[in-house]
Each structure stands twice: as C-alpha cells, then as structure tokens.
Nanobody, 127 residues
Framework: QLQLVESGGALVQPGGSLRLSCAAS????????VGWFHQAPGKEREGVAC????????YHINYGKGRFTISRDDAEKTVYLQVNTLNPGDTGVYYC????????????????????WGQGTQVTVSS
C-alpha cells in the first residue's frame, strides 16, 4: 500500500521556523513529483510549493519571498518544506502529495495533479 506520512508540525511563536517532512512507504518517493499544500482553517487546500522528480521546484506566488523552501533528499527518500518567519496566517494543516512522472510531466500546484496524499501535519502559529 502506497502511503505518505507528514511530520514536523508544531505550535510555534510568530517569527519561528519549522521543517516539515514527507516520507513515503510502499514506493520510492525520489522518482515522484511531490507537492506541499496548506489548508488554513475554514479555507480550501492551496498549493504552496512542489518539486519535480528532476529536482526543479515551483512556488505559489503567495508562498514565496524566501520564507518557503522545498527540497528533496533522495538518499533519505524524504521531501522537506522549510518554513521561516512564521506568522499566524501560516496556521493550518500541511499536506504532502505525490504523483508519478507517468501521470504528469512535472510537479504542479493544483490538488488535482496528485494521486497520493498524506494525512497532514498541524502547524499552529500563535503567541
């Protein structure tokens, strides 16, 4: 069974940083396109950043400006999302998702792009 597991979410103060992790079981994540999504309370799930199997990355315009960095460690079979200078607007559940190159030529920021989803990790930014 193909599964994604996110971790790294926490309660943090404004200005803090987190590194979220996405690991896979049942398949080799390094051959897949992977995306990170944010679902704020009461809002729809929104793409944050994605990284293709070849390492190329893409960021949503609302999640750029150096605060978000996606990376992949193929040796660890993990994709990370580094989030800096957290603010209350970053609160929500963060999901990772994966799709194989056979389904899409590159990664994307739409929820419809991905076949496999994790259960999410909660990030709460509050003082």
């Amino acid at each position: 069974q193909l599964q994604l597991v996110e971790s790294g979410g926490a309660l943090v103060q404004p200005g803090g940083s987190l590194r979220l992790s996405c690991a896979a079981s049942g398949f080799t994540l390094d051959y897949y396109h992977v995306g990170w999504f944010h679902q704020a309370p009461g809002k729809e799930r929104e793409g944050v950043a994605c990284i293709s199997s070849n390492g190329a990355s893409l960021y949503h315009i609302n999640y750029g400006k150096g605060r978000f960095t996606i990376s992949r460690d193929d040796a660890e079979k993990t994709v990370y999302l580094q989030v800096n200078t957290l603010n209350p607007g970053d609160t929500g559940v963060y999901y990772c998702a994966a799709t194989p190159p056979s389904a899409q030529a590159s990664c994307g920021l739409s929820t419809f792009w991905y076949e496999y989803w994790g259960q999410g990790t909660q990030v709460t930014v509050s003082s």
